[in-house]
């Protein structure tokens, strides 16, 4: 069975940080380009940070940029979000996801495989 499954969220004080973890099983994760996207409440699903299988190229969504880095361990079959200096808009749920073969677009008609999500509370 094909699944991605993610860990590490919960609430953390603005200017905090968190790491989000990304399982895969059932298909071997080096082999696809993958990402983070996030859905706040009433906002559209958007692509946080994806990352290229063959040459590690990153893309960062413009509020990300220099507080979030996005990782692979293909030995592990895992992805990461180190998330550092969170911000209160910050707060969504996150979900790991596999791309469309070939397609590096970090935009929610690439995404192949979705995990079920992981909740990002930012708050005092």
């Known amino acids: 069975q094909l699944q991605l499954v993610e860990s590490g969220g919960g609430l953390v004080q603005p200017g905090g940080s968190l790491r989000l973890s990304c399982a895969a099983s059932?298909?071997?994760?080096?082999?696809?380009?993958i990402g983070w996207f996030r859905q706040a409440p009433g906002k559209e699903r958007e692509g946080v940070s994806c990352?290229?299988?063959?040459?590690?190229?990153?893309y960062y969504a413009d509020s990300v940029k220099g507080r979030f880095t996005i990782s692979r361990d293909n030995a592990k079959n895992t992805m990461y979000l180190q998330m550092n200096s969170l911000k209160p808009e910050d707060t969504a749920v996150y979900y790991c996801?596999?791309?469309?073969?070939?397609?590096?677009?970090?935009?929610?008609?690439?995404?192949?495989?979705w995990g079920q999500g992981t909740q990002v509370t930012v708050s005092s």
């Open positions: 059932g298909f071997t994760l080096d082999y696809y380009n």
């Open positions: 996801v596999a791309l469309r073969a070939r397609d590096r677009r970090c935009v929610p008609s690439s995404v192949r495989y």
């Open positions: 990352i290229s299988s063959s040459d590690r190229i990153t």
